[in-house]
C-alpha cells in the first residue's frame, strides 16, 4: 500500500485512488514479484500504476495489516493461502499531475480527514493515519518506525 503525498502551501494532501474493478477508493496497491523485498515492490506498483519515479522519497510505515487473499484482484493463490500481508509506505512526490494505469478511473488530492472518510479498507485508513501522524509530527526518519518498540505493545 502506498500513499503519496505532497506539500502545499503549509498544508499536506494525500492522493487516493479509485480502483476500476472495485469501485473503491484507496491508495496504491500490489502484490510482490518474485521474491521482491516490500520496499521495491511499492517503488515498482507506484511507477507502474501512477508514473511516480522510483528514486523518490519513500517512508515505511508500521502500519501492516492482512487482507483476504479472495479480495486481492489478479493474483492466483494456492487453496492454502487465506490471507496475504500488507505492508504500507508514503512516498513524497514533487507534483500533483500522475499518469493513471488502466487500474484507476480517477485520483484525487485531499487533506487528512476528507482522504481518510472515502477510503474502504481500514487498514489504509490506518496506514494513512500513521503517516499523517508522523508528518505533522516531524517522525519520518527510520529510528521513528522501529517494529521491535512496538511489539512490547502488542
Known amino acids: 500500500m502506498v500513499f503519496p503525498f505532497v506539500r502545499k502551501e503549509g498544508k499536506i494532501y494525500y492522493a487516493l485512488f479509485h480502483r ?40 515505511r510505515l508500521a502500519s501492516t495489516s492482512t487482507m483476504p487473499a479472495v479480495n486481492i484482484c489478479g493474483f492466483k493463490w494456492g ?30 488530492w485531499l487533506e487528512f480527514k476528507e482522504a481518510a472518510n472515502i477510503l474502504k479498507w481500514d487498514s489504509n485508513r490506518n496506514a494513512l493515519w500513521e503517516l499523517n501522524y508522523r508528518l505533522e509530527h516531524a517522525r519520518t526518519d527510520s529510528a521513528a518506525v522501529n517494529i521491535d518498540s512496538i511489539k512490547r505493545f502488542l
Not at 521495491?40 to 522519497?57: F, L, M
Open 20 to 59: 476500476e474493478d472495485h469501485r473503491v477508493w484507496q491508495g496504491i496497491a500490489g502484490g510482490g514479484e518474485d521474491g521482491e523485498m516490500p520496499l521495491d515492490t511499492a517503488k515498482r506498483e507506484a511507477a507502474e500504476e501512477a508514473s511516480i519515479p522510483t528514486e523518490s522519497n519513500y517512508i
Open 79 to 108: 487453496e492454502d493461502i487465506a490471507v496475504v500481508p500488507e505492508y504500507a509506505f508514503g512516498v513524497e512526490v514533487s507534483s500533483e499531475e500522475m499518469k493513471l494505469s488502466h487500474e484507476h478511473t480517477e485520483y484525487r
